[in-house]
C-alpha cells in the first residue's frame, strides 16, 4: 500500500482489514489528509457542493455540526478509494443540511457492495449503533445512490427511499442565447422588455461581482437586501457570506445586485465552476417589485453564463416553485435513503412505519387519490419510483406572479 498522505491529518479511528484495506474515520473539526482531499474534488469535479471545500464550510459555520462530522476513508493498494462525508451524532447519515441540493459518497469508478461493506460497518460503530441514518438529497438515478442502499442492506439495514424535491436545469451547450429567449413564455418575455425600460428610466444599474476587488461591498448589498425581502432571517448567515468569499478566491463568484439611486434592491448569488452555474441564493426588496429586479437579474446573469462562462448547465438547485419552469426546461428529482437497524427497538418501530406508510400511499396512488406530494405534469404514473422517473421533463408552466 502506497503512503496514505502526505498531511496525516488527525485520526478518531484506523483499522486494517485482513486484505490489506484499510478504512479510517477523520474528524470534522480537523484538516482533512492530502490524500483525501485530492480524491475528494477528483470524484466531485462537476459539482461544487460534493467538494471538500463544501463540507469545510458546513462544519465550520454551523455550530455543532463539527463534532459530529467524519469522512469515513477507504484505502487499498491503489491510495483512496473511498469517502463517505457523515454525521454520527442524533442525525446519523449524510453530512449535510437545508443548504444542500446534492449530497453524494464520492466512490472509485468499478467499486462493488462488498468493498464498501467495511465503510458502513464504521459508519455504524462511529455512530454508536443509532437506530436510523438518513442521506439525503441525492440523486435517484445516480450509481452512488444505488450503491450506497445495497451496502446498507448489506449490514443489515432496512431502507427504504423516500421523495426530497424536484430540481428544475437547462442544458445550454450549443445554446444561442437569443433564440433561447425567443423561446421563453410570452409573459417572461413582456416582463423583462417592460421593466428594463422602467428600471433604466429611473436610473437603475446592474452590477455583476466576480472578484475579490468589490467583495465586501457586494456582500452587505446582498445581506441589506436580504433583510428586506420577504424571506425568514437566515439562521446561518456567515455559511453564505463564507461561500462567496471561497467562490470569489477560487473564481466561481457570480453575484449580481441592482442599485437603485445607490441602495441595492435585489442581489442573486450564482456558482460558475467546472462547466456548471448553479443559482444558489436570490431575494429582492418588496418595495421595488414593480421593476421586477429579480427578473432583470436573472436574464443579465444567465446571458452572461451562456455567452461569456460557456457552461453546460444551469442548475435551479431546490424545490418546483413555479417560476422556475419559464427559465429551465428540464426537471428531475432529488431522494433519499432513511436505513432502520431493526435490532434496535426505535430503529424496528421506524422501519415499522415506513412500510406501513409506503403502503398507504400506493393504495391511494392505486384508487387515483392525492397522497399529499404535490406533482408535476405527467408525473403520476411515475410517483414514488424514482428508477423510473423520466431524465427530461419538458413544460409550458407561465412565468409565476412572484419572481425571483
Known amino acids: 500500500m502506497p503512503p496514505a498522505n502526505d498531511r496525516p491529518g488527525r485520526v478518531a479511528h484506523s483499522s486494517r482489514l485482513g486484505d490489506g484495506r484499510e478504512v479510517a474515520a477523520y474528524p470534522g473539526d480537523a484538516p482533512l489528509p492530502d490524500d483525501v482531499r485530492r480524491f475528494f474534488d477528483a470524484h466531485a469535479a462537476t459539482n461544487v457542493e460534493l467538494r471538500h471545500e463544501w463540507f469545510s464550510l458546513l462544519t465550520q459555520c454551523i455550530p455543532g455540526l463539527a463534532s459530529q462530522a467524519r469522512y469515513l476513508v477507504l484505502r487499498d493498494a491503489d491510495g483512496c478509494a473511498a469517502v463517505w462525508p457523515v454525521l454520527v451524532g442524533r442525525e446519523a447519515g449524510a453530512l449535510s443540511n437545508y443548504f444542500s441540493a446534492l449530497y453524494a459518497p464520492a466512490h472509485r469508478p468499478g467499486l462493488v457492495v462488498a468493498d464498501l461493506v467495511p465503510l458502513a460497518h464504521l459508519l455504524r460503530r462511529q455512530a454508536g449503533h443509532a437506530p436510523t441514518y438518513r442521506f439525503a438529497p441525492m440523486d435517484p438515478q445516480a450509481q452512488a445512490f444505488l450503491l450506497l442502499e445495497q451496502t446498507l442492506r448489506a449490514t443489515g439495514l432496512l431502507t427504504s427511499r423516500y421523495y426530497r424535491f424536484g ?57 441589506q437586501v436580504y433583510a428586506a425581502s420577504w424571506k425568514e432571517r437566515e439562521p446561518y448567515q456567515g455559511f453564505v457570506s463564507s461561500l462567496v468569499r471561497l467562490c470569489a478566491e477560487q473564481g466561481w463568484l457570480r453575484l449580481g445586485i441592482a442599485w437603485l439611486d445607490g441602495r441595492p434592491i435585489a442581489a442573486q448569488i450564482w456558482i460558475v465552476a467546472f462547466g456548471r452555474a448553479e443559482i444558489f441564493k436570490l431575494a429582492y426588496d418588496n418595495d421595488f417589485r ?26 435551479y438547485l431546490i424545490g418546483d416553485d413555479d417560476y422556475k419552469s419559464a427559465w429551465m426546461t428540464h426537471r428531475r428529482e ?47 404514473q411515475a410517483h414514488g ?3 423510473g422517473l423520466p431524465q427530461q421533463h419538458r413544460t409550458a408552466t407561465p412565468c409565476a406572479r412572484r419572481k425571483p
Open 167 to 223: 430540481n428544475w436545469y437547462l442544458p445550454t451547450a450549443g445554446l444561442d442565447w437569443d433564440r433561447y429567449f425567443a423561446d421563453r413564455p410570452g409573459e417572461l418575455r413582456n416582463t423583462v422588455r417592460r421593466t428594463r425600460a422602467r428600471f433604466s428610466q429611473a436610473g437603475g444599474t446592474l452590477e455583476l461581482v466576480s472578484d475579490r476587488a468589490a467583495l465586501d461591498r457586494g456582500i452587505a448589498a446582498y445581506e
Open 290 to 315: 414593480r421593476f421586477s429586479p429579480g427578473t432583470l437579474l436573472t436574464t443579465m446573469l444567465l446571458k452572461h453564463c451562456i455567452e461569456q462562462d460557456r457552461v453546460q448547465e444551469v442548475d
Open 334 to 380: 432529488r431522494w433519499g435513503l432513511v436505513a432502520h437497524d431493526p435490532r434496535t427497538l426505535r430503529g424496528a418501530l421506524g422501519a415499522l412505519g415506513q412500510t406501513l406508510s409506503a403502503g398507504f400511499h400506493a393504495g391511494m396512488r392505486a384508487l387515483g387519490l392525492p397522497d399529499g406530494r404535490r406533482l408535476r405534469p405527467g408525473e403520476a
Open 385 to 387: 419510483r424514482p428508477a
